[in-house]
């Protein structure tokens, strides 16, 4: 069946420093679609970035993914990581076929980032 | 900006007792999930619901009933609560079939 699997449980970068999240999946599916979400200490999910286009960059807050179908993966990057940026952050693909839809979560990559 | 709230915020519940948290949703989405988090496993969806009316299980929903009574309140019933429930609960909403979901604040529940 379909998966998402993120390589990362704890993922600790200093201050000013470039990030990666990596994310890859496995789909049947020939329709879908990527997010990253971020979860903030003691707070809700919510969405970061979203894309369903293959090989275009999307940002967001200075964070920035492209989905690549060749390599099934969808990594989130900074350049330069923030303090504030310490959160949860987890990787969802939605596929959908023939009427039919669903959303799969990876097991989410804890980023600590350190002064 | 999208509205999900959730109660209680925590509960303590006993083994064998009933359970209910509640879920209201202030977006008019026909569509809402109630998802539970556990390091490890991440966001595991348990039930979700096209509109009123409608409950459908997802992918753990062993031990959970849904009720959809209204377009704006999902509850996820937990008719005999174990230790193995013990966890946070999201209840999210999404406008179209799993698009963008808004999350609530959650609710910590741990059963004793």
């Known amino acids: 069946g379909d998966s998402v699997t993120q390589t990362e449980g704890l993922v600790t970068v200093t201050e000013g420093l470039p990030v990666k999240l990596n994310c890859t999946y496995q789909?049947?599916?020939?329709?879908?679609?990527f997010f990253w979400y971020v979860q903030y200490l003691n707070e809700a999910p919510q969405v970061l970035l979203r894309?369903?286009?293959?090989?275009k960059r999307t940002e967001h807050q200075g964070f920035h993914a492209t989905l690549h179908k060749s390599s099934s993966s969808f990594h989130l990057q900074k350049s330069s990581a923030q303090l504030s940026d310490s959160a949860l952050y987890y990787c969802?693909?939605?596929?959908?076929?023939?009427?039919?839809?669903?959303?799969?979560f990876g097991e989410g990559t804890k980023l600590t980032v350190s002064s | 900006e999208a509205a999900v709230t959730q109660s209680p915020r925590n509960k303590v519940a006993v083994t064998g007792g009933k359970v209910t948290l509640s879920c209201n949703q202030t977006?008019?989405?026909?569509?809402m999930y109630w998802y539970r988090q556990d390091t490890g496993h991440g966001l595991r969806l348990i039930h979700y619901?096209?509109?009123?009316?409608?409950?459908e299980k997802g992918d753990i929903p062993d031990g959970y009933k849904a009720s959809r009574p209204s377009q704006e309140n999902f509850s996820l019933i937990l008719e005999l609560a174990t230790p193995s429930q013990t966890s946070v609960y999201f209840c999210?909403?999404?406008?179209?079939?799993?698009?963008?979901?808004?999350f609530g604040s959650g609710t910590r529940l741990t059963v004793l």
């Open positions: 999210a909403s999404g406008l179209r079939d799993w698009e963008t979901l808004y």
């Open positions: 789909t049947t599916y020939l329709t879908i679609a």
């Open positions: 894309s369903s286009t293959d090989n």
């Open positions: 969802a693909l939605r596929s959908y076929q023939g009427g039919s839809a669903k959303l799969i």
């Open positions: 977006n008019n989405h026909n569509n």
């Open positions: 619901s096209y509109g009123a009316g409608s409950t």
